[in-house]
């Protein structure tokens, strides 16, 4: 089954407004990256993590491996902020395998 | 710092026809690659995991009779998609690290498969 549940699948946000996105785990995972892809397709890396909270700018984001989740906030949102964003978990296994989240589509709206 | 280039960033090639990209990890030494699928409106899937002194692994679905992997040395890798038809377009990315647990990803090579 889905290792990585990722959610909303889309969101839409006023400039200036906040969300928050989320990933859930049915399985251990080491270590979690949180992406942004660009109109073009290329992955932006945000934040790698292996426990705790990353801030950088407007974006934080935080990895609970015993709660088995992880969050990505997103604060002022700005127009350039849209895309499609992607978790990437690495399953404990020693293997160094990732598992992508479906994605959550995000439209930043003037 | 840490960087990875792939190329060629877009490709077409015809039904039937095999296309080779490449993967180029510069600023570290890529002791594992990793090779991902995004296929249109999905998110990406592993298609195998190379990690130096070990064998190819390929995730299910996925074959090395298909996807052919080269890891010659700690900055290179390449894959063939051989005998390529529409299912197998898409986004295809790789995914590279060294002595810290962090994967680095290329931009990715687009394949349009007419």
């Known amino acids: 089954g889905d290792q990585v549940e990722q959610s909303p699948s889309a969101l839409s946000l006023h400039e200036g407004t906040g969300s928050a996105l989320r990933c859930n785990f049915t399985?251990?995972?080491?270590?979690v990256q949180w992406f942004q892809q660009n109109s073009r397709g290329s992955l932006i890396n945000l934040f790698y993590l292996a426990s705790g909270t990353k801030e950088n700018g407007r974006l934080k984001s935080t990895f609970n491996s015993k709660e088995s989740y992880s969050t990505l906030h997103i604060r002022d949102a700005q127009l350039e902020d849209s895309g499609t964003y992607f978790c990437a978990a690495e399953i404990n296994t020693g293997n160094y395998k990732y598992v992508f989240g479906a994605g959550t589509r995000l439209k930043v709206i003037a | 710092g840490a960087l990875v280039y792939q190329y060629p960033r877009r490709t077409i090639c015809k039904s039937g026809t095999s296309m080779r990209m490449e993967c180029q990890a510069v600023?570290?030494?890529?002791?594992?690659v990793a090779w991902y699928r995004q296929s249109p409106q999905k998110t990406f899937e592993l298609i195998a995991l190379?990690?130096?002194?070990?064998?190819?692994?390929?995730e299910q679905n996925f074959t090395q009779e298909k996807f052919p992997i080269s890891h010659p040395n700690l900055s290179f890798s390449s894959m063939t998609v051989l005998n390529a038809y529409l299912e197998d377009r898409g986004l295809y990315l790789c995914?590279?690290?060294?002595?810290?647990?962090?994967?680095?990803f290329g931009p990715g090579t687009r394949l349009t498969v007419l």
């Open positions: 600023g570290f030494q890529a002791t594992s």
């Open positions: 190379s990690t130096v002194n070990s064998a190819i692994k390929y």
């Open positions: 995914g590279a690290r060294g002595g810290t647990y962090e994967q680095y």
């Open positions: 399985t251990t995972m080491r270590a």
